[in-house]
């Protein structure tokens, strides 16, 4: 029977057992630390949107060469290239049994964009994860790992302090989009890795 409806899913270019997950949360969470412990722990293919412009603007593609003229003039990329891009990533490994998203969506026409290219796959995304993570100890975390990151900004208080408060105006906003779908889930993000990575990997469980 299983067989007949994988057929029929085929057939129909729907494929539900795919995963999709958003990883979310502030600046300094864990996101990157946990979503290499989700890629090994579901064999998930982890797509950072830094990562990708970086691939595609280094490699000088045509959505790269996009990205980089409106950045050029100082302006935001669009989101129908970024979407392009993760499209084209999405594309690249057809043998994946799912995507981490991490670093978008930021704001709720990125969400609803990422919804609408998923459903022309016959897919949805199966939840947002957020780490949670109060202010003083992303304020910490961040200012440690300046020490060893070479970036100028993770070693500033103030900036740190404004890239939480833009996430908590511009990019919070995006959790209630999918709580109101019932795909939303927190996960305490204070803790040792391992323990962090437990919980999650249970609410990953429990949700896909």
Known sequence: MMNIVAAIKKLLG???DMINIILFGPPGSGKGTQAKKLVEKFG??????GDLFRHEMGNDTP????????IKKG????????IGMLNNKVNA??????????????????AEA??????????AINGLFALTVDDNE??????????????????????IKNRIEVYKENTLEVYDYYNTQDKAVSIEGLGSIEEIASRLQAAVNTTV
């Open 14 to 16: 729907i494929n539900r």
């Open 138 to 159: 992303i304020v910490k975390r961040i200012l440690s790992r300046g020490e060893t990151s070479g970036r100028a900004d993770d070693l500033d208080e103030e900036i």
């Open 63 to 70: 959505l790269g060469k996009q990205a980089k003229e409106y």
């Open 114 to 123: 990422l919804d609408e290219m998923l459903a022309g796959r016959g897919q």
């Open 93 to 110: 490994h057809p043998e994946a049994k799912g995507f981490i998203y991490d670093g978008f969506p930021r704001t709720i026409p990125q």
């Open 44 to 49: 998930l293919v982890h797509i950072s949107t």
């Open 75 to 82: 302006e935001l990329v669009p989101d129908s290239v970024t």
